[in-house]
């Protein structure tokens, strides 16, 4: 019994995870083989994709750059090259490798001239993250790429996994990089963001190769034994040789982000530690590669217990490994100029600030405006309407009244319209006009008063 329960359980967790069913390894030949095509509407919509990514990288739009993703037709070759090895048709790989050549010498040459002559040349944020893979790129790739190839072999293709596949690998953004980094000359920018086109292109070509096989792809001509195991410890040397680097990458940045964490707790704790109530940090700074942090400080000299501290809260912090530099601004150790530069530093700092905070006031005296300006049009229009119902009405005034509710203990401001009436009208025309001017104002609690006008 027990055995028979084991079987059920491992032949439905068979069926759960199997890809083979569905599998239509034709029509995915058919469909791959038609991505490689380079020419005519897929060059025009590789430009502009290209633009796209362009544009999208240099002002920072996280919307425009997932667009040029989308329409980007850089997926079918790379998805052609693990197909081809994956199926043996070495002229299907030469098709696919000359392809994606002419695409990435394209892309560069528009992503290159696109970044010369934009006024814009400052690296933001969405560039500066394409220009250092690590092994999370890697990682990215190689599951977009069997998500990819597996949506890609139904017999009902999945198109919303493919879109997917597109953003998450994001073939577009480190070509266009590149570009960046040709165009201002910048060859480390260059370099980086080629070096996460090649990571991406290569792991999802071999996704797409390791599927195909899993599947049992027809192959086009008989490769012998021998030839097979070439292959497959060319791939596996290969995949070696591109990871590598990826993962020194990926292992620095983990460490100067765990790096810059414990410094900002250093700091902070300093800052808000009592034992420095007559000095201030102006400026600090870590260098990750010499493993040295450098503090200078503004106010009083440093007495020993305030030093040791210092020293002794690295290892608190997790940065025993780390040098400690400490300068002061008017102390007798540090000359006159750098007293000069560090209180400059200083005065700068609270000039941005202030800077900051009149932006911020003009900004809000420009609403102001705008409400003021809005509110008197909006009165000019019902005084208009107020006319026109009732000619009887001379004048009224608009303010606010604070009254107390005794039974609560509570002071409500209400808002208040007073109606000066050359003639009174009679209630029930009162009441009518009350209810109008409650909808009109939009505001059910309003109180409305009505007098006679002094002659």
Known sequence: MKKTKF?????????????????????????????????GVNVWILVFAIFLASIGLNVNSTAVIIGAMLVSPLMGPIMGCGLAIGISDLKM??????NLLVMTIISLLVSTLYFTLTPLSDAQSELLARTRPTIFDVMIASFGGFAGIVASSRKKEMTTVVSGVAIATALMPPLCT????LGTGQINYFFGAFYLFFINSFFIALATFLIVKYLHFPELVYVDEKRRKNVRRTIAIFSIIVITPSIFMAINVVQEAAVNSYSRKYISDIEQNELFPEVQIIKHSVDVKAKKIELAFVGKDLTDEQTQYLHKHLIDCGLDA???SIKQAGSQTMDLNKQSQFIQDLLDKKDGELMKSDSIINELKLQISDLQVNSKTNMSKFAKELTALRPSIKKFTFGKNDQYN???DSVVNTPIITMYWETLPDHANQELLESWIRVRLENPAIIIENKLINH
């Open 7 to 39: 079987a059920n359980i491992s032949e439905y967790l068979k069926s759960l995870i199997n890809i083979s069913n569905d599998c239509d390894a034709e029509s995915t030949i058919q469909n791959i083989s038609q991505n490689i095509e380079f020419k």
């Open 93 to 98: 790989l030469k098709k696919s490798l000359k």
């Open 178 to 181: 590149a570009g960046f980094g």
């Open 322 to 324: 780390f040098t400690l």
């Open 406 to 408: 005794m039974s609560n």
